[in-house]
C-alpha cells in the first residue's frame, strides 16, 4: 500500500507563492509519473500537473507559467512551485501518480485571498 503525505498548504495573498511537498512511501515513485491534483469546492479533481521519471512535464493551461512540479527520486518527494497565485486557484491539492491509483492522501490546502 502507498502512503501519499502532502504539505506545505496555507493562506496566501494574490500574487504570492507557495511551495507544496508530498512523500510518497512504496515502490510507485521511482517507477511512475507523479501528478499534482487539486479540489475546489463543488468540482471535480482535476490534474494540474504531471512530472515523468525522466523529466518530461506538463500542465493544465490555468497554471502553464506559474507553477512549477519537480521531484526528487533520492526522496522520494515530488514538489510544486506557486508563484503568482489567483484566487482561482483555492483548493484541497493532492498528488497522486499519474494516472491516479485509489491510493489518495488527505491534500493541503491552499486559500488564496486577501
Known amino acids: 500500500q502507498v502512503q501519499l503525505v502532502e504539505s506545505g498548504g496555507g493562506l496566501v495573498e494574490p500574487g504570492g507563492s507557495l511551495r507544496l511537498s508530498c512523500a510518497a512511501s512504496?515502490?510507485?515513485?521511482?517507477?511512475?509519473?507523479m501528478g499534482w491534483y487539486r479540489q475546489a469546492p463543488g468540482q471535480q479533481r482535476e490534474l494540474i500537473a504531471v512530472?515523468?521519471?525522466?523529466?518530461?512535464?506538463n500542465y493544465a493551461d490555468s497554471v502553464k507559467g506559474r507553477f512549477t512540479i519537480s521531484r526528487d527520486n533520492a526522496k522520494n518527494t515530488v514538489y510544486l512551485q506557486m508563484n503568482s497565485l489567483k484566487p482561482e486557484d483555492t483548493a484541497v491539492y493532492y498528488c497522486?501518480?499519474?494516472?491516479?491509483?485509489?491510493?489518495w492522501g488527505q491534500g493541503t490546502q491552499v486559500t488564496v485571498s486577501s
Open positions: 512504496g515502490s510507485i515513485f521511482r517507477i511512475y509519473a
Open positions: 512530472r515523468t521519471t525522466t523529466g518530461y512535464t
Open positions: 497522486n501518480k499519474e494516472p491516479p491509483n485509489s491510493d
